[in-house]
């Protein structure tokens, strides 16, 4: 079976600090991933996503960025964090160029900035 | 782009009553809607999901209806329990990267 993980599971970091945090799936090969922010009480923000190694789409304009270095990794990072980017981080996967698009989420980050 | 919006945003009901959450969507070429459940600091979990050639599903308790016309759909908790108790959020996509979800619902069952 699939399995999503991420780490850290909390973090607080100073402003204008550096920040990555890792996601990884196992159990499947060539997923979709994708990078979603959700703020204390609110909906969920759809960051980034991946189709395969090296790609990577962004929706939002913002001081963070992602990476694919493996086909089940991706990476979201910054390099200088705002008070703003606090927020419960969460990745994605789905079957990859398949017909059922259910994404499943790993376990969160909760980031807080200060 | 696709823009999901769900109503209420807060829902209290009475332990055994009914709850109905609504969502709209404004891409018609949407034809996936999941709803996701989500426990205080946990991740959404998938409970149920609709494809667009389907005017309705249910899984026990929970049952999920689709309009394509009016493109709304919704989700209905028959016999809440306090264990209902979460945020639920809608979604909806055409081809999977372009899931848009809705603001959520946050659910709390009185017993």
């Known amino acids: 079976s699939q399995t999503i993980h991420q780490w850290p599971a909390t973090l607080v970091q100073p402003v204008g600090s550096p920040l990555s945090l890792e996601c990884t799936v196992e159990?499947?090969?060539?997923?979709?991933l994708y990078w979603y922010r959700q703020a204390a009480g609110r909906g969920l923000q759809l960051l980034f996503y991946?189709?395969?190694?090296?790609?990577i789409s962004s929706e939002v304009p913002q001081n963070l960025s992602a990476s694919r270095p493996q086909d089940r990794q991706f990476i979201l990072s910054s390099k200088k964090l705002l008070l703003s980017d606090s927020g419960f981080y969460l990745c994605?996967?789905?079957?990859?160029?398949?017909?059922?698009?259910?994404?499943?989420f790993g376990p969160g980050t909760r980031l807080l900035v200060l | 782009g696709e823009n999901v919006e769900q109503h209420p945003s807060t829902l209290s009901v009475q332990e055994g009553d009914s709850a109905v959450i609504k969502c709209t969507y404004s891409d018609s070429a949407s034809n996936y809607f999941p709803w996701y459940k989500q426990e205080l600091g946990k991740r959404p979990q998938l409970i149920i999901d609709i494809r667009s050639n389907v005017g309705e599903k249910k899984d026990q308790r929970i049952a999920v209806t689709l309009n394509k016309t009016a493109k709304h759909f919704s989700l209905h908790i028959t016999e809440t329990q306090p264990e209902d108790s979460a945020v639920y959020f809608c979604a909806a996509s055409s081809f999977g990267n372009d899931m848009r979800f809705g603001a959520g619902t946050r659910l709390t069952v009185k017993p």
């Open positions: 994605a996967w789905t079957v990859g160029g398949a017909t059922t698009r259910t994404q499943y």
């Open positions: 991946s189709v395969g190694i090296g790609q």
């Open positions: 159990g499947t090969s060539n997923p979709n």
